[in-house]
């Protein structure tokens, strides 16, 4: 049995190691967003389950026993963070308010606990009745609340499925090594309180489950950019690429003295990163190549015209967007070999 206990040591110990490193690197070093925040809260969570199992087996049960109602009160977010997470909720005080019933259970563990530990202490009373109230809410509410968010959670991870949305599938996996998790958790219940009581070093094995989940992640991470900067297949969308197109050759927005691709993104109302992938795809070119090619096109046009004949060539430069001269002419050679007054010299020649 010792062996089988340090083997569960050992586990638990490389589970917890890998969750707080990827959870870290998500913060640190991922792209900063609800995602990667929602899934490095839930590698928090599965690491102090396991943190609170090592506690256990080590031969420190009797010591530390608030960290114990922290981890118990804890296992209850295990649910609302993975039904924000396949909803993709944005996380922020407006999100919080108006879903915080959803924590409401894990609140409720962790301040009735402490209040019943500190009666037992302070009174020597109320032990059985906290056991019971331990037992109830850890054992049966948790498995009863745990699979309701994963049956609503399934549904939505199924409609993104079908819209082929990114991360769904690395979601539906996740879902379903919880389900198996839950499954367990209640086998093992089932036998212990019904059939044959097992002892605890094999019903706290549970979180050696929670270690796997934690080694599938860090391998995911390892090959999807989940944690990273990395850039993602992304879908453009023909609408989209309409937008686009009306923007540069309609509107000519081009022309907007320091244009930058956020503000030419919050103006056709679609994200930077897909804006720019829709600029590449449509034209080929980086978005700075983009608006100077553009704006090069016209200059060139307003320098064919009698009117253009008789302004400087700097004046046209900021009237189509230009705010320096050296910048105007680095584009203009860029596009058309010549510097703006050779290119002049060039148009009188030939119109002899």
């Known amino acids: 049995m010792k062996t089988f206990i340090y083997i569960t040591l050992f586990i638990n110990l490389v589970g917890v190691i890998q969750a707080t490193t990827l959870s870290g690197i998500l913060v640190i070093r991922g792209k900063k967003n609800s995602l990667n925040y929602m899934v490095s809260a839930l590698l928090l ?27 118990n009160a804890l296992v209850f977010l295990i649910g609302p963070l993975l039904y924000a997470l396949v909803s993709r909720a944005k996380i922020n005080k407006s999100w919080i308010y108006k879903n915080w019933h959803h924590f409401l259970p894990s609140v409720f563990y962790l301040i009735t606990s402490l209040i019943l530990r500190f009666i037992v202490h302070q009174f020597g009373i109320g032990l059985s009745f906290r056991s019971i109230f331990q037992s109830l809410m850890i054992v ?3 498995n009863l609340q745990t699979f309701a968010y994963l049956y609503v959670s399934y549904g939505k991870v199924k409609i993104s499925l079908s819209k082929k949305e990114k991360d769904s599938q690395w979601l539906m996996n996740l879902l379903q090594w919880f389900t198996v998790i839950l499954i367990t958790n209640f086998i093992v219940i089932i036998i212990d309180q019904y059939l044959y009581p097992i002892p605890e070093e094999i019903t706290l094995n549970v979180t050696v489950l929670l270690s796997l989940v934690v080694a599938w992640m860090m391998f995911k991470s390892a090959i999807d950019p989940i944690a990273s900067a990395k850039k993602e297949t992304v879908q453009i969308t023909s609408n989209t690429l309409h937008k686009l197109k009306k923007a540069i050759e309609e509107d000519k927005m081009y022309r907007r003295p320091s244009i930058t691709l956020k503000e030419f993104s919050g103006i056709i109302e679609e994200p930077s990163y897909l804006v720019s992938k829709a600029v590449k795809k449509q034209y080929g070119l980086s978005f700075p190549e983009l608006i100077n090619k553009y704006r090069i096109k016209d200059i060139i046009e307003k320098l064919a015209t009698q009117e253009g004949e008789a302004l400087k060539i700097e004046s046209i430069a900021y009237e189509y967007g230009f705010n320096t001269p050296s910048a105007f002419y680095s584009a203009f050679k860029k596009e058309t070999s010549l510097t703006p007054k050779e290119f002049r010299l060039k148009k009188n020649s030939a119109n002899g």
Do not use: E, P, Y
């Open 45 to 71: 969570v599965l690491a102090i389950a396991m943190l609170n199992t090592i506690r256990i087996l080590s031969g420190f049960g009797n010591w530390f026993l608030i960290f114990q109602d922290l981890a």
């Open 140 to 142: 049966w509410i948790w």
